[in-house]
């Protein structure tokens, strides 16, 4: 099984920072696809941001140029720093990643329990 953990939510004000670290552990063979997703309230769960293994990276429009998203493949760590944040990015946020638990596996969908975070006008 594999656990994600995830940290750095919380209450800040407009135009301020957080930073989100989620933390994959288990049995792992391989990390694929790591990213961050967000769902407000009354609204549909959203991607925010991806990174591949090799380090590619994509961003939801609303994010680009603020946020930031980075991995640490030796840690199964993925961050995703958020900077010049708004009212409207209040949301749950919960991580996800694409895991193969052994050699020659499928690539599976595992998600974090989600952390609040809450932009204040």
């Known amino acids: 099984q594999v656990q994600l953990m995830e940290s750095g939510g919380g209450l800040v004000q407009s135009g301020g920072s957080l930073r989100l670290s989620c933390a994959a552990s288990?049995?792992?063979?391989?990390?694929?696809?790591m990213g961050w997703y967000r769902q407000a309230p009354g609204k549909e769960r959203e991607l925010v941001a991806g990174i591949t293994s090799s380090g590619r990276i994509n961003y939801a429009d609303s994010v680009k140029g603020r946020f930031t998203i980075s991995r640490d493949n030796a840690k199964n760590t993925v961050y995703l720093q958020m900077n010049s944040l708004k009212p409207e990015d209040t949301a749950v946020y919960y991580c996800n990643t694409a895991v193969a638990l052994y050699y020659g596996s499928d690539y599976e969908n595992y998600w974090g329990q989600g952390t609040q975070v809450t932009v204040s006008s």
């Open positions: 288990g049995s792992i063979f391989s990390i694929n696809r």
